[in-house]
C-alpha cells in the first residue's frame, strides 16, 4: 500500500535515484477489497499500501517544513499463499520462509517500525510522460549495518476502527481506490462529514506525506519481528 501529491496533477518531481537504500517501514493503509483487472479478468482483491521512508535520503519537500525523508511505496494484495507477492517479498525481508503454521496468523501491524535494505529501481510509464521509482527488491539489514532511527510517525489506517480524520488525510488517489472497497461501504462514519477525493489526482511514487501520533491495528495475519542486524 509513495509520493509528492498535488492538486493539479503535476509531475514535475525527480523519482528516487536507483541503488541500494537502508529503509524504515512506517506506514500501512488497508486499502480493502478492490475490484482489479487481472489479464482482462476483473477480480476482487484485498489490498494493502505499505510505505517506507528512506531516512539517509532527506529532501525538502516544503520549506516550512525542512529536511525530510524520501519514501516509497507498495501495494500489496493480502495473502500469504505460498505463491503470493506479499509472500515472497517478506520471505526475501527476513531471510527465510513461514513454517505452515506461521503462514496461518501473522500480525502485518509489527512491520511499521520494521528496517530492511531495499532496492529502487526505475520504471518508464508506458506512454512515455515520466520515470518512476518502485521498490526492486528487499532483504534484511546486512550484519554490521545499522538503519537510522525513524523520522516520520507511524500511521496505520483500518476499518475496523474507522478512523475519519486518518481517511480523510489520505491522498486523494488512495481514497477513490476505498471509496469502491467493500470495506469502505460497510464501515460507519456516524454522520461526519467525509472530504470528496480529486479524481484528477496523480499518483507519484515519492510522497512525503501526511504525519500522525496515533498508531492502530491494521490488519492481523502474521506474527513477524524483524530487528535490526548487528
Known sequence: MAIIATSNGSTNFEPIATGNYPAR???????????????????????????????????????ENGEQPQVISKEFTLSLHEKATLR??????????????????????KLVGAPCMLNITHKTKKDGSRVYAEIGSV???PKGFT????????FVFTYENFDLNKFNSLPDFMKNKMVNSDEYKLSTTGGQEI??????EE???DLTFWYNNDFQLLVKTFDLIIPDAN
Open 203 to 205: 499518483e507519484h511514487d
Open 25 to 63: 517501514c512506517y506506514s500501512m493503509v488497508h486499502l480493502g477489497t478492490i475490484e482489479e483487472n487481472i489479464l482482462g479478468t476483473l477480480k476482487k482483491l484485498n489490498k494493502v499500501r505499505i510505505t517506507w521512508e528512506l531516512p539517509t535520503e532527506l529532501k525538502v519537500f516544503k520549506e
Open 195 to 200: 472530504e470528496s477525493p480529486n479524481t484528477k
Open 139 to 141: 532483504s534484511a539489514m
Open 88 to 109: 515472497g517479498f517478506l520471505k526475501n525481508w527476513r531471510g527465510k520462509d513461514f513454517t505452515d503454521e506461521e503462514a496461518k496468523s501473522f500480525d502485518i501491524e
Open 147 to 154: 538503519c537510522p532511527d525513524a523520522i516520520n510517525q507511524p
